[in-house]
């Protein structure tokens, strides 16, 4: 009968936690994807939106896309794409339901590890709905987070199994076993911040599984596998952001500077995890931090770790709970810099549990000597505040703009946060707000190439040409070998009748990108300004080997071949060719296209098609604003009709419609 209860308890705690869940992330629903990181996880991400595929798989254990290694998070995000496409609920619904599985193991697992039912619901209900851990869940580029720590709990959850196993000499202990080794490797190619998990597994022997006894050489080994695999996981994270240039040097952030956010960072993540408020997608370093800041968060660091350790013996929670908290910290506690955020939300969300141990069975402990039911009560008010102000958080995620502002309002300085509500501004033609913010994120954060190359480009929208090719010019100077800084400068130059200085800029765009079909083409057209037309044709070629249904690449080279003055470079067969897919492209209606056409066939000693296609191109150039047109094809045509082709290369190749991508 106790068992039936205890049975019929723990589901109705399940299904509360799950309920609880649904409710608090409600407004998920109608959250968008996010203009941060999530371009690079799925708006952008080719490989991801071809779905589920052999080719796929062999992507995600090979890349270093996104400055990770993390091949798991890749194939969720090909599976969801698989299923949802471009619809973001589908994509914040996997998300969800992971934070909601992880709730539930949180709670199984401690249950099992204490034996102890209600402090385990506490704990998991407050891991579960407190807003701290919104980022986690509702942002999609963030996957890795709730995915990796449900690996890492069933990690736990094995290794719990093991131990229960072990003690009573059952053959299934190496099951349990091998499962936890396991699921800690998939939780690894989720998200390497697992890789302080090891010593979780360390600090649970202690307690509540109170195996810390003599000889210690056993529980050493069997957790060398363990250890084995976390340092591969270091190995292949460093490697993967170092390559794509995520980890800053300490010309960028000096070591005496991160030394000293160590603390601060510490101190910020218990207040948010106290008062969950002000909470950001991103934090800035600030130009430095207090003495007195550094100093009151050491000592506050200092002082309970103290506490946590003299207690130990009695309440050996306390310990565990505090260094499980410190310790998963430890690889994005910024030591070794990735990105310029000085913390994270996200960083919090499997280090928080180690919190609530302490939290929860610190409580039990008061209840149980001075039979207090305060506990109880700010316990509830707590998960009751939880309850209010998770959806509130969850909220800002509803669009871009709406969570670039609010991280705006929140913080100081926030040069990164103004250049993406910027960029958001400037995409939906807001010129002028945006210039506002991106002018404003450019003087706080002068070294911030994206915010000189969005503030270049609301200038450009305003007119102001030199002061845009100043803030391009300084991308360029921070970011030499990024080739959107070398393209934009380039193409800039260019397509404003500067095409030498251009030049060089394009080049070296087209050596970092080579397989970019855009970076050729715009090359190709500055060396048809300066009159290198081999040289243009020889890009254009190279356009069009990589986007064969590049509309104005054949355009441009169509006119090229039919219409160069040097009779080495025409070639009427091919022109024809390149003219008849452009027109077929434009749907065989645009007079410009069809002109170009004509002059195709009549370098290619064709007249009559020449002349056919002009008076059908005439056909369609009666209409406004095709006065110049009709013109330029009347006086086409009566080359034609003498038998003449054009040769003419200095002339503009015809218009053509939106560009292909």
Known sequence: MDDSRNRRQTWLI????????????????????????????ILSNEMVQHGVSWAGVAWAFTTGAAANW??????????????????????????????????????????????????????AALFALHPLHVESVAWVAERKDVLSAFFGLLTLWAYTRYVEKQKAESRKQKIFY??????????????????????????????????????????????????????????????????????????????????????????????????????????????????????????????????????????????????????????????????????????????????FIMIVWGARGWVRRAGAKAPAVVGGLALAGCLVATPFQAGYWKSS??????AIETTENNGVMETSLGKVLLDQGRVKEASDYLQQAVIVNPGLPKAHYNFGRALLAQGQLADALAQFEIQVNLEPDDPIAQFTLGSTLSEHGRAGEGLPHLRKAAELTPRIAEAHYQLGNALLQLGRIGEAVTEYEEALQIVPGYFQCLANLAWVLAAAPDASLRNGARAVELASRANELSGGQNPKVLGMLAAAYAEAGKFAEAIATVQKALQFAGGPGN????????????????????????????????RSP
């Open 70 to 123: 993390h091949p798991l998070t890749w194939l969720s995000h090909e599976l969801d794409f698989q299923l949802y496409g471009m619809n973001p609920a589908g994509h914040h619904l996997t998300s969800l339901l992971l934070h909601l599985a992880n709730s539930i193991l949180l709670f199984l697992l401690l249950r099992r590890l204490t034996k102890e039912t209600w402090p385990g619901a506490l704990a």
């Open 178 to 355: 091998a499962a936890a080794v396991l699921f800690f490797a998939l939780g690894l190619m989720a998200k390497q911040m697992l890789v302080t998990l090891p010593f979780i597994l360390i600090l649970l022997d202690y307690w509540p599984l109170q195996r810390w006894r003599p000889p210690f050489g056993r529980l050493a080994a069997e957790k060398a596998p363990f250890f084995i695999l976390a340092a591969a996981a270091c190995v292949a994270a460093f490697v993967a952001q170092q390559h794509a240039g995520a980890v800053l040097s300490l010309d960028r952030e000096p070591l005496a500077y991160r030394l000293a956010n160590v603390p601060v960072s510490y101190a910020r993540y218990l207040a948010k995890t106290f008062w969950p408020f002000g909470l950001a997608v991103f934090y800035p370093y600030p130009s430095h931090w207090a003495g007195w800041k550094v100093a009151c968060s050491a000592g506050l660091l200092a002082l309970v770790t103290g506490w946590a350790i003299w207690r130990i013996r009695a309440e050996g929670y306390l310990a565990v709970g505090w260094l499980w908290f410190l310790g998963m910290l430890v690889p994005v506690i910024g030591l070794v810099q990735v990105g310029s955020q000085s913390m994270a939300d996200r960083y919090d969300y499997l280090p928080s549990i180690g919190l």
């Open 627 to 658: 006065a110049a047109v009709g013109n330029l094809l009347r006086s086409q045509l009566a080359l034609y009709q003498a038998g003449a082709p054009v040769r003419d290369a200095t002339l503009a190749a015809p218009a053509s419609p939106p």
């Open 401 to 406: 703009e709406t969570l670039f502002r609010h």
């Open 14 to 41: 399940c299904l509360g936690l799950a309920l609880a869940v649904l409710a608090a992330y409600g407004p998920l629903w109608r959250c968008g994807f996010v203009e941060y990181d999530d371009p690079d996880y």
